[in-house]
């Protein structure tokens, strides 16, 4: 049984357009993160939801939404692609007020932007 | 605002040697995790250490907690071919809900 799910895999699309990842988590965890992996690897956050409560927001373009319509699930929309927005997104989830506060991260979506 | 540094950015080594990989923050931490991220993969939880002077093993790899609690160290004692991959460190700001994480030090394996 997957952990934490993420669809699509892979995701091609043309400069301007809007498309969604969706991210959903099994664990019964409360806490729900977006991240962006660039090119050089580097781990952003992006977003965090606790309890369907948006808790975290860095400085992200306002193309990027976040939705969680439950604490499992946690969908990220961009609306006007453009190429600086190719990358690797990872969600996560984690369970807070336990001692370990380890992350659980999805297998990531790819996007590409033509 | 808080980063978190690691160096090497890359290091390639013959298999058997050993690795070691330093994480800095700029700011004293409340505890720091590592992760591993295989090629082409996701991030995967190895440990966390909390205590000022921590040392943890898990088999060859040790990790070290810094007394001032603001650096680490993952030391991985005869490399395989196995432990290829970006190991990150990463430590809390603020509250306990953000992780920031390092840059990340890639490592290769030579068979």
């Known amino acids: 049984d997957t952990a934490v799910s993420q669809t699509p895999k892979y995701l091609v699309t043309q400069m301007g357009n809007d498309k969604s990842i969706k991210c959903e988590q099994n664990?019964?965890?409360?806490?729900m993160y977006w991240y962006k992996q660039d090119s050089k690897k580097f781990l952003k956050i992006m977003f965090s939801?606790?309890?369907?409560?948006?808790?975290i927001n860095e400085t992200v373009p306002n193309r990027f939404s976040p939705k969680s319509p439950d604490k499992a699930h946690l969908n990220l929309h961009i609306n006007s692609l453009e190429l600086g927005d190719s990358a690797v997104y990872f969600c996560?989830?984690?369970?807070?007020?336990?001692?370990?506060?380890?992350?659980?991260f999805g297998p990531g979506t790819r996007l590409t932007v033509l | 605002g808080q980063q978190v540094m690691q160096i090497p950015q890359y290091q390639h080594v013959q298999e058997g040697e050993d690795f070691t990989t330093y994480c800095n923050s700029s700011t004293t931490l409340s505890n720091i995790q590592w992760y591993k991220q295989r090629p082409g993969g996701h991030p995967v939880f190895l440990i966390q250490l909390v205590k000022s002077g921590e040392v943890k093993k898990q088999k060859r790899l040790t990790f070290q907690f810094g007394e001032a609690k603001k650096n680490s160290s993952l030391h991985i004692t005869a490399t395989q071919t196995t432990d290829v991959g970006t190991y990150f460190c990463?430590?809390?700001?603020?509250?306990?809900?953000?992780?920031?994480f390092g840059s990340g030090t890639r490592l290769l394996v030579r068979p």
């Open positions: 664990l019964g965890h409360d806490t």
């Open positions: 990463a430590g809390p700001r603020g509250g306990s809900y953000k992780l920031i």
């Open positions: 939801y606790n309890n369907k409560e948006l808790i």
């Open positions: 996560a989830s984690r369970h807070t007020g336990v001692a370990y506060n380890e992350q659980f």
